[in-house]
């Protein structure tokens, strides 16, 4: 029988299974010998003698890294200063350092990269490409200067700060640089997270392209939990703390204060290639400046789309005297929704202590605007100290919202001013305290106004920003539209608390009130008066309080008891108790009622009075006998009187 080449006996066949077994083999053993493909870790931490950086090495790791196209990281050694001296490039402006043109992550462990102050000539410390994705941990970039991004310029890549700090950077370009911290072109990334931005300054001349004293945008942003501090851009466009032209920027937990720009102390987007759109969460901006003559918006200056939510402006100043106005905020073009948010304490010495509006649409819906001052420096110049509407054609709507408490001192519109043909577009359920100066359209049927919102001072009361609360007896409790009640308040509080929701940004809480019991006085058989103490109203006021008693203890207001009314004070009180059974001990409790619950008092205890016995039968013979008796001897007495006489 002819034997096939393809079974296993066959030595043909068992020669070429060997050999592909040892092809394999050594191709396995090839592929092991093929370097894996890594991210490079280079690491510096060990050499800084006498805290100073090895700037050399710091150099040729960002090149090293830059060239092998992959993920890299950079470890620097703690608290060491990394000066730098000389010019290393003139992309986009001169750079201390290397491009980044890939992936590099640069741990700082606290460490400083900064500009010679001293001697170097003018550059910034870091440029970002297109192709360059940076990010800093725990590092303080300070003392860059550049005609943009005077510490770090970002041209379309990506950028990340975590725990990072910004200082002392600055623009120099006489005719209009951007960004004395940071620069973020057309494209570009940024992540800034638990970091600082502070004492950066973007400087030229007036009315000029000079923008951003932190920082600059044109692309997009995303800022959270940090700090934006003490950054100045005196002239151009302004934003003092931050400064858009086009692209979005998202802050969320963090603090815009005591910046200064010649328009937008804190932050201002405008157009300069595109709308920008500015979206603000649970954040504060206090202390910040407009200071330019015809600056406006201390806190915000926005020329773009504007969310703002869960925030607060507090102590911000718009200070031009031929400005707008707008303390806290100004807003022009666009859209722009705020809710659940505080105004309070803000200042312009022309228009809008609180908020000025222009045109397009703007929506206030919980929002509380209290304290703020228009005309502030008392020249007569200058009208509503909350809200101020320019008569521009736009349309600004406002619900649920308190604005109370403010002041125009030039005397126009304490509150509220509506300029020309302008209104404010009432959606009802407002508490407006003053409409003097300020027409009013739209649904008001449910509007509170000539009402003083009972607010406490601006403070902390929970959650991440500070807000006034509304104290108890407050008119605007529970008065909210409850159709459309927000599911929290400015502090994360679940609305409602009470049996309707709150107007404005503060939603008061519950508490049950306080109450004492003292000694019952006046005790008869059947009647006796009972004594108790408010001691703390609760929120709201109490719809009820009185005494209540039984006879086995622990009474309640299902036992016998009084009602005495709603109370709206604290303080003693009295009640009667009637209906009593002599020599009996009766149990008695003080109570209160509001929203909250029916709180007691402390328990006492009394004994009534015990009753004059009634005579028996053989008691009342006795004392009929003795009656008898003595009137026989009246009697008597007076027969014998009358014979002897």
């Not at 092991?32 to 510096?44: C, E, M």
Request: net charge negative.
């Amino acid at each position: 029988m002819k034997r096939s080449i393809f079974t296993r006996q066959n030595p043909i066949f068992q020669f070429r299974l060997f050999f592909s077994a040892v092809l394999l083999a050594l191709l396995f053993n090839m592929a092991a010998k093929v370097p894996a493909s890594y991210a490079a870790i280079f690491d510096l931490s060990g050499s800084c003698p006498g805290g100073v950086g090895d700037v050399p090495a710091l150099v040729a790791a960002i090149n090293a890294a830059n060239g092998n196209g992959e993920d890299d990281t950079i470890t620097l050694s703690a608290g060491c200063v990394y000066t730098l001296t000389v010019i290393d490039n003139a992309t986009d402006g001169n750079n201390g350092l290397p491009l980044i043109t890939s992936s590099i992550t640069i741990n700082g462990n606290g460490a400083v990269i900064q500009r010679d102050n001293a001697f170097a000539p003018d550059f910034r410390i870091f440029h970002v490409s297109g192709t360059g994705n940076l990010t800093l941990n725990n590092l303080t970039i300070r003392y860059g200067a550049a005609d943009n991004g005077g510490g770090i310029y970002n041209n379309g890549g990506v950028l990340a700060l975590n725990d990072a700090t910004v200082t002392l950077n600055t623009v120099t370009y006489v005719s209009g640089g951007k960004g004395g911290g940071i620069y973020n072109g057309t494209g570009g990334q940024v992540t800034i997270e638990n970091s600082t931005v502070s004492q950066n300054t973007a400087a030229g001349s007036i009315h000029d392209n000079t923008g951003g004293g932190g920082m600059a945008n044109y692309g997009t942003v995303t800022i959270t939990s940090s700090t934006f501090s003490s950054n100045t851009c005196a002239n151009g466009f302004g934003g003092g703390g931050l400064f858009a032209g086009d692209g979005t920027i998202t802050v969320s937990g963090s603090t815009f204060n005591g910046n200064s720009g010649y328009e937008g102390g804190g932050i201002a987007t405008r157009v300069d290639g595109g709308a920008a759109t500015l979206i603000v969460t649970n954040s504060t901006f206090s202390g910040n400046q407009a200071t330019g003559e015809y600056g406006c918006g201390g806190g915000i200056s926005s020329n773009g789309d504007l969310n703002i939510s869960g925030s607060t402006f507090t102590s911000n100043a718009a200070t031009g005297l031929n400005g707008h106005g707008g303390g806290g905020l100004y807003h022009i073009n666009e859209g722009a929704t705020i809710a659940n948010s505080t105004f309070s304490g803000n200042s312009s010495v022309t228009n809008a202590g609180g908020i000025y509006f222009r045109d397009w649409t703007m929506t206030l819906n919980y929002v509380t605007i209290a304290s703020n001052t228009a005309d502030s420096n008392n020249n007569g110049t200058g009208n509503g100290g909350g809200v101020f509407v320019a008569d521009w054609g736009g349309t600004i709507q406002v619900g649920n919202t308190i604005i109370a408490q403010n002041s125009d001192l030039s005397g126009g519109g304490p509150d509220c001013f509506t300029e020309g043909t302008a209104v404010l577009t009432s959606q009802d359920y407002n508490l407006i305290q003053d409409i003097t100066g300020c027409t009013i359209t739209g649904s008001t049927a449910n509007n509170i106004t000539g009402a003083d919102p009972n607010l406490g001072p601006l403070q902390d009361n929970g959650g991440p920003t500070h807000t006034c609360a509304l104290l108890t007896g407050s008119p605007a409790i529970d008065e909210a539209n409850p159709g459309s009640c927000l599911p929290i308040d400015q502090r994360g509080v679940a609305r409602p608390q009470g049996s309707g929701c709150d107007i404005g940004a503060y939603e008061a809480q519950l508490s049950a009130p306080t109450v004492t019991t003292q000694d019952v006085t006046a005790i008869t058989t059947t009647t006796a008066t009972g004594n108790g103490t408010i001691t703390d109203l609760g929120s709201p006021n109490p719809t009820a309080h009185g005494i209540c008693w039984n006879t086995s203890g622990n009474p309640t207001t299902a036992d016998n008891h009084t009602d005495e009314g709603a109370a709206s004070a604290t303080g003693p009180f009295t009640a009667s108790m009637t209906g009593l059974s002599p020599n009996t001990t009766y149990y008695v409790r003080a109570y209160a009622t509001n929203t909250a619950g029916t709180v007691y008092g402390n328990e006492v205890s009394f004994l009534t009075a015990t009753a004059a016995p009634i005579p028996t039968f053989s008691e009342w013979g006795m004392i009929i006998f003795i009656l008898l008796t003595a009137w026989t001897a009246i009697v008597f007495i007076l027969r014998r009187k009358n014979m002897t006489g």
